[in-house]
């Protein structure tokens, strides 16, 4: 079992910044791979960023350039950092790992970008 638990979010101007924490705990062992999802009203879920199996990072085409995915393995937690943020990225981001053939959310944090 992995338990994750999200930070970070909250109320943004258009053009400001967050940073998204992931706190991951249990069998941390067992992650090979790691990403943020997010889901805006009314849309699907979807991939902002994430890590593969062999520790590449991959990004969504709406957010490269502008938000960038990091993790610190010695603290278990994963951040996404956000800058130039727009009205478009307001959503519930999700922290997402793949582990022992499960995958395994956390339990959301809003990101709202308005003025």
């Known amino acids: 079992q992995v338990h994750l638990v999200e930070s970070g979010g909250g109320l943004v101007q258009p053009g400001g910044s967050l940073r998204l924490t992931c706190v991951a705990s249990g069998n941390t062992k067992s992650i090979y791979t790691m990403g943020w999802y997010r889901q805006a009203p009314g849309k699907q879920r979807e991939l902002v960023a994430g890590?593969?199996?062999?520790?590449?990072?991959s990004y969504a085409d709406s957010v490269k350039g502008r938000f960038t995915i990091s993790r610190d393995n010695a603290k278990n937690t994963m951040y996404l950092q956000m800058n130039n943020l727009k009205p478009e990225d307001t959503a519930v981001y999700y922290c997402?790992?793949?582990?022992?053939?499960?995958?395994?959310w956390g339990q959301g944090t809003q990101v709202t970008v308005s003025s």
């Open positions: 997402n790992v793949e582990a022992t053939l499960r995958q395994y």
């Open positions: 890590f593969d199996f062999g520790g590449l990072r």
